[in-house]
């Protein structure tokens, strides 16, 4: 069974740092693209960055691109999402998804074709 666990979320002033890490277990993950998403109240849930977990390519959401790094430890099966230069609309829970087609096809930056999804981790940015 496929599970990923988020963590690192907290509270920090605009202008901070936090890194987020999600490790994935369950199954072998090679071939799967990796996925944060973000959803702030009253808000759909948006996408962050993506990598590939074969191959290390990264894409990102324009509004984080230059702030944030995503990145594995194959060797943990775990995923890092490195937030910098935080801004109060950056507040939201944050997410963790794997896509396991996604290494045949682009990578998708909606919701619906991630298979898995971890509990969340809250990030609050304050002003």
């Known amino acids: 069974q496929v599970q990923l666990v988020e963590s690192g979320g907290g509270l920090v002033q605009a202008g901070g740092s936090l890194r987020l890490s999600c490790v994935a277990s369950?199954?072998?993950?090679?071939?799967?693209?990796m996925a944060w998403f973000r959803q702030a109240p009253g808000k759909e849930r948006e996408f962050v960055a993506a990598?590939?977990?074969?191959?290390?390519?990264?894409y990102y959401a324009d509004s984080v691109k230059g702030r944030f790094t995503i990145s594995t430890d194959n060797a943990k099966n775990t995923v890092f999402l490195q937030m910098n230069s935080l801004k109060p609309e950056d507040t939201a829970v944050y997410y963790c998804?794997?896509?396991?087609?996604?290494?045949?096809?682009?990578?998708?930056?909606?919701?619906?074709?991630?298979?898995?999804w971890g509990q969340g981790t809250q990030v609050t940015v304050s002003s």
């Open positions: 998804a794997a896509d396991f087609r996604g290494g045949s096809r682009s990578v998708r930056r909606d919701p619906a074709p991630y298979d898995y």
């Open positions: 369950g199954r072998t993950f090679s071939g799967y693209v």
């Open positions: 990598i590939r977990w074969s191959g290390g390519s990264t």
